[in-house]
């Protein structure tokens, strides 16, 4: 028996898994059932990250009311107006992909460099890593 705990919804159900059967207990809804299976099977995962935008002067699409734009917090100290930074783009792939292909996802993503314009949902990487997921742009450029 393998003992995972469930990622499906915030209960974080204690799961069993029998890893010659793929029997599940311990899940409160179907839904634990099925990630308990899969995860001793296949594990899975959507990869979320950020590209370098080119050129640097790009601005990313923020939303028309001021109380939605980011602040600057202890976690991120930098007073400046952001202008000398590199802009970043946030991307996620489009479906979750083998657990043991996110080192390659990662390294093909970390070679990218976006520029506008870009839409939400424009493919940047098709078949990341040799998978059927795509890295897709989760804000647009102007």
């Known amino acids: 028996m393998k003992e ?5 919804c915030p ?3 204690h799961l069993k898994v029998d890893e010659e059967s ?6 409160s809804c179907p ?18 990250s950020t ?3 080119e050129p640097v002067g790009a ?9 939605c734009l980011p602040r ?9 107006s952001g ?16 657990k043991g292909k996110m080192f390659a996802v990662m390294a093909e993503i970390n070679r990218v460099r976006a520029t506008p314009p870009i839409k939400v949902g424009d493919v940047l990487i098709p078949h990341v890593a040799g998978t059927d997921g795509n890295v897709v742009a989760t804000k647009s450029l102007e």
């Open 59 to 67: 601005s990313i699409a923020r939303p028309q009311n001021p109380d």
């Open 4 to 8: 995972i705990i469930c990622i499906t």
């Open 11 to 13: 209960k974080g159900c």
């Open 31 to 48: 839904r634990g059932a099925v990630y308990g299976a899969n995860e001793l099977r296949s594990p899975v995962r959507v990869v979320t």
């Open 83 to 98: 202008k000398d930074l590199p802009r970043r783009l946030p991307v996620k792939t489009d479906r979750p992909i083998p």
């Open 22 to 27: 793929f029997s599940v207990t311990g899940n």
């Open 72 to 80: 600057t917090s202890d976690a991120c100290p930098y007073e400046g």
């Open 51 to 53: 590209v370098v935008v």
